[in-house]
């Protein structure tokens, strides 16, 4: 969390040890340390992750749109000898026609 990683360089700025900011902040003085160092390399974009929980995007949303015509679409249409999709078809299809 932001005022987590915020609060760690303040404490570490007033002169706080790692250890105690650690148990203020109720994790390890590593964390701690890699924080304030960030922040020192960084500066205040070191505050915010970059990570956000969640997986990466793969597809933009052109992609995803033209993914989901194609998944509507008859496989024949795309002169492919299949008379339905699959779960797996439209995906080797898709990857292929990258």
Known sequence: MIWRRARMVLLSAQGVAFDNIATV???????????VHNFD????????????????KTFTLLERGESKKIAKSKP?????????????KP?????DAR
């Not at 390399?41 to 990466?56: C, H, I, Q």
Request: glycine content about 12%; aromatic content about 14%.
């Open 41 to 56: 390399g960084d500066g205040f974009d070191a505050v915010y992750p970059e990570y956000r929980g969640r997986r990466p």
């Open 91 to 95: 995906a080797g299809f898709l990857v």
């Open 25 to 35: 902040t109720f994790t390890s003085p590593d964390r701690v340390r890699d924080v």
């Open 76 to 88: 024949a249409g795309h002169s492919l000898p299949l008379s339905t999709w699959s779960l797996v």
